[in-house]
């Protein structure tokens, strides 16, 4: 497998994208690309954009299948890290596994255990 992308998301949208046989972002209607992330770079991503929001998972993504364009592109922040974006929706076969990503008590996310133990 290609290292694998993440891409945090609700619950509900999760659903509707498994409902429509394929999932899309609010994001790619408004800017034309779902935003992504790697492992080491996920934590940040949540914590700057998801603090205090319930019901979110994170989807798994093998970039070797998706159907739609894969660009790697300079973050805001710090313009020589760069994120994963997807231009066009994500095929369902491209979602390895989806995993609950609750906050705990103190409202920090932590990887999912089988995340950490990948050497991630």
């Known amino acids: ?31 034309g690309f779902i935003h992504c992330s790697k492992a080491d770079q996920i934590l940040r991503v949540a914590e700057d954009f998801y603090r205090g929001q319930r019901g979110l998972v994170l989807l798994l993504i093998d970039p070797g299948r998706l159907t739609s364009k894969l660009r790697w592109v300079p973050g805001t922040d710090l313009a020589s890290e760069l994120f994963p974006h997807i231009y066009g929706p ?17 409202g920090k996310f932590h990887l999912p255990g089988s995340l950490e133990l990948s050497g991630t």
């Open 90 to 106: 994500i095929n369902l076969a491209a979602v390895l596994e989806v995993f609950d990503f609750e906050p705990a008590a103190d």
């Open 1 to 31: 497998m290609s290292e694998f992308i993440l891409h945090v998301t609700s619950r509900v949208a999760w659903s509707a994208g498994q409902a429509g046989g394929k999932y899309s972002a609010d994001s790619l209607a408004d800017e």
